[in-house]
């Protein structure tokens, strides 16, 4: 099966080509405006390196205008100025709503010049059905030098991906430097000058950084460091990872290493604090401990999932006091009976395998974002561990995903929402968990995760895919890689 006469990633929402191809042996790239200049600069660079010269053979004009949200259905806000429309012919004219906008429509030309080696001539225009497209990375489990996650943002830029969950901290380790803590700092870890040049890359492609600090759960390897802000093990519950929620001073302490994180992402405005497998959910209630003080913290019949859930909404606001969103797994989340969760925590909703769990339907109707993480699909999780398989194309295609599938209820119960989406829907994330650090290499996950990843931003991007399994294939293979 041979690729789409358009060969890029995404597909365009709409195209018109007609007979011809664009293939200069020179170009003239101009923007009209200020705010484009960097991607007029990005694309004579990469029009340089695919044998096409500046020069006044041909001219592309970036602009920007309305006519680069036409064919979207629906987009608006941050949608609209990611929209573009392009114009091929003897010259080649974008139209985008924003900068980010331009840069996806110059990566439809790449494509197509790194496919064909030429462009068709045609209209194409397009707009993202979900405003984020996420990647998220554990690299607490296992350590991804820096040099390795600058090209892993290239690969993921290239293909419309718009978020970076960085995943720092975990039971096995806790991977920044840290002036503050430096004694719960693992021996390979990023620097902070290592992470601001991560950050300017990511927001030079256009890609949202996210930092995920699980707690207050997964923090075992900062808590052999500060044994005494552990949760008492008592009740035979595993508590090694469990920051103790009933000790004011060991709530300070957690706030205070999210603290000297955030200092390390000023750009940043969103943070997923966790709150997952904080101890074994379905023995919490089990915990005297943690019952008594849900007793005396939020009233005489508040259980454990209340307690837990005030920690989250007062991380949540001490978040916000610094300017960050915050979000938090669902596994844990709205299964208080007298604390409300936090009505701006967004949640990254990644199983339903356990019936206590709460069903996708009450975070809605209750109001809650939701990024749709969907693990059955998108986790690769190394050394394929928990009962995981390695993700790929034929499986989500076979799926028919879109980002309004999410993980089924217990028993299969479909969990769905339609298109065209509510605000409510955020989008969707790709993950890669380091549950097996030694499993592959990095090189081996780049490897791995291209073609699955691919998919995702595809029809996420279009609410799912004109495209056959055989034609994404081809189209992938054609479009090779972006750097």
Known sequence: MSAPRWCALPQPTWTELTDGEWRPRTARVVAREPTLEREAERLRGELAVLGIGDGDG?????????????GASGASGALTREAFEIDVNLDV?????????AFRATRQLVHNLRARGAVPYGVVGSAPTVRERGFHLDAA???????????????LADVGINAFQWHLSENEGFRLESA?????????????AQAREIQRVAADLHI?????????????????AHPGHRLPATDGLDTSGALDITDPDAVAFAHALLDDVADAFPGARSWNLG??????????????VLTAAAARRCGPRAGVFDLLTSFVNETARHLAAR??????????????????????????????????????????SAGYDVVNFHDALFYYV???RAGYRYPSSERIWAARWHPGLFPDLPGGGRQEIAAPYPRQLVGATFSVWSDDAEAQTPAEVARGIRDPLRAMAERSWNAGSALSHEEFAALCAAIGAAR
Not at 180 to 192: G, K, M, N, Q, Y
Not at 208 to 224: A, F, K, N, T, Y
């Open 141 to 155: 489990r296992k350590y991804f030098p820096a040099a390795w996650i600058v090209g892993l943002l290239h690969e």
């Open 208 to 224: 949202d950084v996210i930092v995920s600090l699980d707690m207050p759960g997964h923090l075992r390897h900062v808590l052999d």
């Open 58 to 70: 041909s001219t592309v004009t970036l602009a920007l205008g309305a006519s680069g949200a036409s």
């Open 323 to 364: 300017g960050l969103a915050a979000r938090a797994w669902n596994d844990g989340m709205l299964r208080a009976e007298h604390v409300p969760l936090d009505a701006g925590v967004t949640l990254a909703w990644w199983t339903n395998w356990h019936a206590g769990m709460r069903p996708l339907a009450a975070a809605l």
């Open 180 to 192: 503050a803590f430096p004694e719960a700092v693992s021996a390979e870890h990023v620097t902070r």
């Open 93 to 101: 004219e974008i139209a985008a709503g924003g900068a980010a906008g």
């Open 275 to 288: 709150a997952d497998e904080f101890v074994d959910f379905s023995r919490l209630t089990q915990s005297a």
């Open 382 to 384: 190394l050394g394929e």
